[in-house]
């Protein structure tokens, strides 16, 4: 007869780093926290580049941008950093400078309006929920592969469709293209925050009820 398998013990052999449970400290100074933090920063460094008319620099300082927004997240699962900072440093950040980028962009007439329209309303979405969320102690949702992957193409393509404009028309035009099928996938992850929270917050509401239905009857 086949001997019962202690399933609670043992790791099935194709298991992977990405398959166990991330371990979140409540550490402030790690390698990925600070390259959050120095995101940030080069929002004011990408603004004052951009009015003082060095748009090469700025261009540079939005692909540094880029770069550490891939770097402190992929840090943070190798080297096991994963912070209670970091869930919010590093989505605060991809939103703050995504709102200075397009707006900037749209006064010097590289991106039309209607997409930063776009954009703004996605995050504004996405705010108000998760502030509702937090009226019923749900978390922040975290960031997701598709919201990741949307980020990175808004990085791509507005940078390009910055440096196409009024030089190559052809280019600047793939740019635009590029960075509205960025939008789509930018709503189609903040569709997928806005399901999570509700869910969580219909959970919530669950339980609590069967909490305070148990109490009565005790």
Request: proline share 4%.
């Amino acid at each position: 007869m086949e001997e019962p398998r202690d399933l609670e013990s043992k790791t099935p052999p194709e298991a992977t780093a990405r398959d166990l449970p991330v371990r979140v400290s409540s550490a402030v100074w790690t390698v990925p926290n600070v390259i959050s933090m120095v995101r940030i920063g080069l929002i004011g460094v990408f603004g004052w580049l951009l009015v003082a008319g060095y748009d090469l620099w700025a261009v540079g300082a939005l692909v540094a941008a880029g770069v550490s927004d891939f770097l402190d997240g992929f840090l943070a699962r190798r080297w096991q950093q994963v912070t209670v900072l970091g869930r919010l440093l590093d989505p605060a950040a991809d939103r703050l400078l995504t709102i200075v980028v397009v707006i900037a962009l749209a006064l010097r007439g590289a991106v039309p309006w209607w997409l930063v329209a776009i954009l703004l309303a996605r995050d504004a979405m996405v705010a108000t929920v998760v502030l509702v969320g937090r009226t019923h102690h749900v978390s922040t949702p975290q960031v997701t592969f598709t919201g990741k992957a949307a980020t990175a193409a808004l990085y791509v393509f507005l940078p390009l469709a910055f440096l196409a404009h009024d030089r190559w028309d052809g280019v600047h035009v793939a740019a635009i293209i590029g960075a509205c099928a960025a939008a789509g996938l930018y709503w189609i992850s903040g569709i997928a925050y806005v399901r999570d929270v509700s869910q969580r917050s219909h959970s919530g509401t669950i339980g609590a009820s069967a909490r305070r239905g148990q109490e009565h009857l005790g």
